[in-house]
Nanobody, 121 residues
Framework: QVQLAESGGGLVQAGGSLRLSCAAS????????MNWYRQAPGAQRELVAA???????NYADSVKGRFTISRDNAKNTVYLQMNSLKPADTAVYYC???????????????WGQGTQVTVSS
């Protein structure tokens, strides 16, 4: 069984910073892509940032230049450094892992339970 656990959310003032972490655990052999999504109240879940095992990154236009995604493949952990936060960044942030190959030969996609980020004005 593969599990993802996010941490690092909280309340911050506009202009501040937060760093989210997401650790994948279980019988993992490899993970193709790790992502951060977010969902604000009444809105659809949207992709914030993604990173492949080789370090190729992709960002939503709304966070380019402010957020940085990184990954530690040895620890199966992905990070999201969020700077210059805005009230519009307030949402539940979810980690996902795509193309997870387990040591038992299975492959699948997994989601974390989410962590709340609230940015006050």
């Amino acid at each position: 069984q593969v599990q993802l656990a996010e941490s690092g959310g909280g309340l911050v003032q506009a202009g501040g910073s937060l760093r989210l972490s997401c650790a994948a655990s279980g019988s993992i052999f490899s993970i193709r892509t790790m992502n951060w999504y977010r969902q604000a109240p009444g809105a659809q879940r949207e992709l914030v940032a993604a990173i492949t095992g080789g370090g190729v990154t992709n960002y939503a236009d709304s966070v380019k230049g402010r957020f940085t995604i990184s990954r530690d493949n040895a620890k199966n952990t992905v990070y999201l450094q969020m700077n210059s936060l805005k009230p519009a960044d307030t949402a539940v942030y979810y980690c996902s892992a795509e193309g997870v190959a387990t040591t038992f030969g299975r492959r699948g996609d997994y989601w974390g339970q989410g962590t709340q980020v609230t940015v006050s004005s």
